[in-house]
């Protein structure tokens, strides 16, 4: 099934680069509709509807963060500028259109996906 192999390649909380802003579906009302029960309201009014100059107003460094991903592999993506404050652009674009900016993972998840333990030796964040 289409959705699932999408859900696997993007989740929640995932940060990421915008690769191809033509995956962007900008006027897609009906989407929000459909999903509003599972939808925060500042996500939900902060949608940049018909924003379609996406080249004008975005560099390809930029960082965004998946609050949402639909069974069809479509993510809600919030601009972030320096904290969690999305009132500066929610947008709703295809994962085809997406790159992994950096990856959030627990050490159990680090572990499994390099397939031994490891030791953590001390705190680094980059935020």
């Known amino acids: 099934m289409k959705g699932e192999n999408y859900m696997s390649k993007f989740k929640a909380g995932d940060i990421v680069r915008v690769t191809n802003w033509g995956a962007q579906y900008s006027t897609c009302t009906s989407w929000f509709t459909k999903h509003?029960?599972?939808?925060?309201?500042?996500?939900?009014?902060?949608?940049?509807?018909?924003?379609?100059?996406?080249?004008?107003?975005?560099?390809v460094n930029e960082q965004f963060k998946v609050l949402f991903v639909d069974e069809d592999g479509r993510c809600l993506i919030g601009y972030i500028l320096f904290s969690d404050d999305f009132a500066h652009g929610v947008?709703?674009?295809?994962?085809?259109?997406?790159?992994?900016?950096?990856?959030?993972?627990?050490q159990d998840?680090?572990?499994?996906?390099?397939?031994?333990?490891?030791?953590?030796?001390?705190?680094?964040?980059?935020e």
């Open 36 to 59: 509003a029960s599972e939808l925060k309201l500042e996500w939900m009014i902060n949608y940049r509807y018909g924003n379609y100059s996406w080249n004008d107003n975005h560099s």
């Open 91 to 106: 947008y709703l674009i295809d994962s085809n259109g997406l790159a992994l900016a950096r990856k959030s993972m627990t």
């Open 109 to 126: 998840d680090i572990e499994m996906e390099l397939g031994y333990r490891v030791e953590l030796i001390g705190e680094w964040c980059n």
